[in-house]
């Protein structure tokens, strides 16, 4: 049943473009906030995209669980996706 929900969770993640492995293939235009696929290196503004993907960026500005690495908000006790304590950072 645990598992289950987890998988649910995921999927509704994903769906909505969240969660480690959606995020990963995303990187943001510096210049004009466009969204274009991790592997395309020159945004459609034609300035050169971030060598970071979404993911990366919130990971350094946010907490995110040790555990599965789903980025969460800084107030998260508990991963919503697989229920680890999340670490502070100091």
């Known amino acids: 049943m645990i ?13 909505f ?6 995020m990963r293939k995303v990187k943001v235009c510096e210049y004009c906030g466009s969204m274009m696929e991790s592997k395309i290196l020159v945004c459609k503004c034609g300035r050169k995209l971030p060598q970071d993907t979404l993911y990366e960026v919130y990971k350094r500005k946010h907490n995110y669980c040790k555990k599965c690495e789903t980025v969460v908000s800084d107030s998260t006790r508990y991963c919503p996706q697989c229920g680890e304590m999340i670490e502070k950072e100091v």
């Open 17 to 22: 473009g969240f969660g480690p492995d959606e």
């Open 3 to 15: 598992e289950n929900h987890k998988r649910v969770r995921l999927e509704g993640m994903k769906h």
